[in-house]
């Protein structure tokens, strides 16, 4: 038996890689961002950064949107004399902010900006219809994109190096950034999945059986909900993966991922065009155990070359 943590197989990218569609014009209005937006945020971060003598983390509500959101923001902690810093970008889910808090603190001791945007609210309420759940979806994208946007116009930022990195449901919502955000300069997607339709159906994490269930209670069984959310769920990363470099891209999936089922993370990558893929053992909870090894990948991913 393997340990869990340990790499059971690794793929190369897909050479030569195939090439990304453009984005139509109406994806990208879809997502577009308010006027004035980008420099709104802007201009509260540098307030922000001013008030704290520009150490140490500021946080800001997002205000370009109806989805209630929290940006942090954490500073490279190095000399101006090195220029312009790389930046990356981090969407958790709001139970995976203290994970996500950790690592923009590893990147700012290492001279690197982080930014982090946090939901407050679970993006799949029992209540929400898959409407709804698209109207979330497409505003945490502009969200993002404004955040990104406002990072990249600082002139302590190297706007050539922006890098995102996202786990579980923020490696769902990177390949979907990535489509519709060109400025990202790669992205590393940690136990990801395409398909929301058959994330949702077959996913054992409690807050997506908590939905399948409140939807059974109302007399909508699994396959007709499916259906819904395959008419009205757009925002969905493997419908959007045509249109990513797969040279962007690095994988880590679990191989008994059963919370963000590992058919689903496989059923991505094909989509994305056969991106770098690592596959550790163990499931969703262990299967970055060995995070050390995970994070020097990512770090070379990102950094080197």
């Known amino acids: 038996m393997v340990p869990w943590g340990f790499v059971v ?15 139509p014009a109406a994806q990208f209005e879809y997502y577009g961002i308010p006027d004035g937006a980008i420099e709104s945020l802007g201009d509260r971060l540098t307030s922000a950064l001013n008030a704290v003598d520009g150490r140490g983390r500021v946080s800001l509500r997002l205000r370009c949107v109806e989805l209630v959101s929290t940006v942090e923001f954490y500073p490279a902690r190095t ?15 709001t139970q995976a902010g203290f994970a996500a808090r950790y690592l923009a603190e590893r990147y700012a001791r290492r001279g690197v900006h982080a930014a ?45 190096r922006l890098n995102y990195l996202g ?15 060109p400025s990202i300069r790669r992205a590393t997607l940690l136990l990801p999945g395409g398909n929301l339709q058959r994330i949702i ?8 059986v908590a939905y399948r269930e409140a939807w059974r209670t109302r007399g909508v069984d699994t396959e007709a909900l499916s ?25 880590f999936l679990g191989a008994s ?26 499931n969703h909870d262990t299967a970055a155990l060995c995070f050390g090894f995970v994070l020097r990948r990512i770090d070379a991913f990102f950094f080197e070359g």
């Open 257 to 282: 991922d059963t919370k963000v089922p590992v058919a689903t993370g496989w059923a991505l990558r094909r989509a994305l065009g056969g991106p770098e893929t690592y596959v550790m053992a163990g």
């Open 227 to 251: 259906a819904e959310i395959s008419s009205h769920v757009v925002t969905d990363p493997q419908r959007l993966a045509r249109y990513v470099n797969p040279g962007r891209v690095l994988i």
């Open 201 to 208: 159906a077959a996913s054992v994490e409690p807050t997506v």
């Open 9 to 23: 197989e690794h793929f190369d990218a897909v050479r030569p890689p195939r090439p990304a569609l453009s984005v």
């Open 79 to 93: 000399s101006s004399d090195r220029g312009p810093r790389p930046l990356v970008l981090m969407t958790p889910p």
């Open 116 to 160: 982090i945007v946090i939901p407050h609210e679970t993006y799949l309420e029992t209540h929400l219809t898959p409407r709804e759940i698209e109207s979330k979806f497409r505003e945490a994208a502009i969200a993002a994109r404004v955040v990104v946007r406002a990072l990249a116009a600082r002139d302590d930022a190297d706007g050539d």
């Open 167 to 181: 786990g579980s449901a923020g490696g769902i919502f990177g390949a979907v950034l990535l489509a519709v955000e």
